[in-house]
């Protein structure tokens, strides 16, 4: 079975922090997404990447950034943390091509206050 | 336009009857899939059923079976013998051959009644 691994659970930050939300997968997989979830707006794509080194911007990629520098690992940066930033963040992978689902960790509460 | 649409914000229905949960999609690809995911109150994503754009046949995968009809742009999930545990969301995806994105719904919150 696909493992994603989200680094932590639960997370409280303070506005102005540089916030670190780390990602990893064990199936060698070359695509991996992060997504952001809030009540009512469903998910929505922050920035996914499609191999090593390489990311592309989805539709909410302001105040983020994200760092891909080995296969499994896909690291997403708030730099400087602020309330409205707040709420549950997915990652997830897949193989490429049209018929590979994404497999997902369980998410990470992030707080900002 | 949007991409994938779900209708049903809250769909309500009694423990061991079927439900349909409703999924239309938008695309101008030849090739696609068709994914619906689970999201109990807990919080992960489960990955439920896939269907492809070629697929001739539905696909059914234990109590789940997506209803698929092309030519309308529909993928409707259908859950039989509902079961407590089936309350959650769900949320219907897509993805292009064009593309690695994939699209998803707005999803619908299904509660079953005992």
């Known amino acids: 079975d696909v493992k994603v691994t989200q680094s932590s659970r639960y997370l409280v930050k303070r506005t102005g922090e540089k916030v670190f939300l780390e990602c990893v997968q064990d199936m060698d997989h070359e695509n991996m997404f992060w997504y952001r979830q809030d009540p009512g707006l469903g998910l929505r794509l922050i920035y996914f990447?499609?191999?090593?080194?390489?990311?592309e911007k989805g539709d909410i990629p302001e105040g983020y950034s994200v760092s891909r520098e080995k296969k499994e690992r896909f690291s997403l940066i708030l730099e400087s943390a602020s309330t409205n930033q707040t709420s549950m963040y997915l990652c997830?992978?897949?193989?490429?091509?049209?018929?590979?689902?994404?497999?997902f960790g369980n998410g990470t509460r992030l707080t900002v206050t | 336009a949007q991409k994938i649409t779900q209708t049903q914000p809250g769909m309500f229905v009694q423990e061991k009857e079927a439900v349909t949960l409703d999924c239309t999609y938008d695309?101008?690809?030849?090739?696609?899939?068709l994914f619906w995911y689970k999201q109990p109150s807990s919080g992960e994503m489960i990955f439920l059923i896939y269907?492809?754009?070629?697929?001739?046949q539905n696909a059914t995968e234990g109590r789940y079976s997506l209803n698929f009809q092309k030519a309308r742009k529909s993928a409707n999930l259908v859950i039989s013998a509902s079961q407590l545990g089936d309350s959650a969301m769900y949320f219907c995806a897509m993805r292009e051959v064009s593309g690695n994105q994939f699209y998803f719904g707005t999803g619908t919150s299904l509660t079953v009644i005992p």
């Open positions: 695309t101008s690809d030849p090739s696609y899939g």
């Open positions: 990447s499609y191999d090593v080194k390489m990311k």
């Open positions: 997830a992978s897949s193989l490429g091509g049209y018929n590979s689902p994404l497999h």
């Open positions: 269907q492809g754009s070629y697929d001739q």
